[in-house]
């Protein structure tokens, strides 16, 4: 697919951590506006409203260049998994992709909110009966369909979030995320923030290797801005009937923590890394990391010392794989995705722009290899 120029080149990095810093600077060059516009909500499309069988002829005002059949128009849709949009999570992250293409190359989008995994199939028919150029799907428990829709489609770019195959053909690229690189991010900002040189863990259990790679990652990131660091840390005791849904462990480890001078916390480990959190944002001067997602949205308990969260940066990804589209270059396979940091929200005035340059080293050295993972 290859409908439109590239006009620009655009870099996206970090998730947050670049459109944060911009954020005050843009604000003082805003010119007051005549009248408030509204906010535009997001179109969706649902199975019923897009017709799987051919379309009807045009009207007399319909022209080609209004179809997604034509090759002026760049159509990309967007079939959710059962959280739907508004889970300010992983439907949300991808949504807003599909808007910036809208904005930069005036592409038409749409998503269908698939409530039931079984209609997936269903649902990429549906835009695929529309000619869209490009369809999105999330899950795991969508892959299956979407690798079915990339063979029976071959002119229809696939982008499938978190969904793995050994081999798929080349209209259909599965988007993954370095796990290895999990924690580090969160590490790197702790060790940059913290004024009596201790940070601290908290996390699930240790039975699941990826828990380690959060705090093994962690302690790493921590130590290569700040070698003087102290790093103290614990692990849930539990198994996993409990071990991520014990917020009063969590609090009385942080607690435990603070106690000994550590003045930043990282909460790694479902509700009770959240537990950790909370009780962080009762102690003044302590500052509080979550993990996942932007906790932000989700725990305004914890909004007193939640500097940032370190998740998956899956719009900046889902983005460049649309660019790469665009430009005829769409990678196919597997294409790997970026762990970084979210907004700073009430807390942007903390970081410096010293602080921000440094971020933004470390998390190109991390996408270009330069920086091994500390626990693979």
Known sequence: MSKKPHLF???????????????????????????????AEP??????????????EP????????????????CIGFVTDPSGLDDKSFNDAIWQALKMAEEEYGATVNFIE????????????????????????????????????????????????????????ENYTRLVFNQANFGYMAGVLAGLLTQTNKVGAVLGT????????????????????????????????GGFDIAFNDPEF???????????DVDVIFGAGGATGNGALVEAAKHEGVYCIGVDYDVWETLPEAHNCLVSSEYRLITPAVYELIEMAIDG??????????????????????????????????QLDLKDGIIEEAYP
Request: overall charge negative; aromatic content about 8%.
């Open 206 to 237: 240790d039975q699941m290797p990826l828990i380690v790679t959060f705090k093994e990652n962690y302690e790493a990131g921590a130590k290569l801005v700040n070698p003087d660091v102290k790093v103290g840390w614990e692990y849930h005791p």
């Open 59 to 74: 009207t007399p005002t319909a022209t080609e260049d209004t179809s997604c059949a034509s090759e002026k128009v760049l």
């Open 114 to 169: 698939n409530f039931d995994i079984d209609q997936t199939k269903v649902n990429i028919d549906a835009f695929a009966a529309e000619n869209y150029d490009l369809i999105v799907t999330l899950g795991d428990l969508a892959g299956q369909a979407t690798l079915e829709a990339a063979n029976q489609y071959p002119k229809i770019d696939f982008i499938g979030v978190g969904q793995f195959f050994d081999s798929t053909p």
């Open 9 to 39: 080149l655009i870099i996206l990095l970090i998730g947050g951590i670049l459109l944060t810093a911009c954020g005050p600077a843009a604000e003082t060059q805003k010119t007051e506006p005549t009248e408030e516009e509204p906010t």
């Open 250 to 260: 969590g609090a009385r480890i942080a607690a435990g923590l603070i106690e000994q």
């Open 43 to 56: 179109t969706e499309i649902t199975t019923e409203e897009i017709e799987t069988e051919p379309p009807p």
């Open 329 to 362: 270059e769409f990678p196919g396979g597997e294409y790997l995705g970026q762990v970084g940091l979210g907004p700073f929200h009430d807390f942007a005035g903390l970081i410096s722009p010293e602080i921000i340059a440094k971020l933004l080293e470390v």
